[in-house]
């Protein structure tokens, strides 16, 4: 008899398929969160770097009637 057509072995082998699908999407998934962690922090870092400066302007209340300095 063919022992790849054996029903015990064929149960090791759907076993042994599915345990490496498993294996490969963890792995992928895991690949994919150390990029994004890897990137997000390169983002804030960036962001503290490069802190807009505080507007130096300041703003005045015009009453009605009143001439407007320019």
Do not use: C
Not at 1 to 30: C, K, P, Q, R
Not at 47 to 58: H, I, L, Y
Request: proline share 6%.
């Amino acid at each position: 008899m063919n022992v790849a057509l054996d029903a015990g072995a064929a149960v090791y082998v759907a076993m042994a398929v599915t345990l490496s699908v498993w294996i490969g999407i963890f792995v992928y998934l895991w690949r994919i969160d150390v990029q994004a962690r890897a990137l997000r922090r390169e983002l804030e870092r960036e962001d503290r770097r490069e802190q807009p400066a505080p507007p130096r302007s300041t703003v005045t209340r015009v009453r009605e009637g009143e001439p407007v300095e320019k």
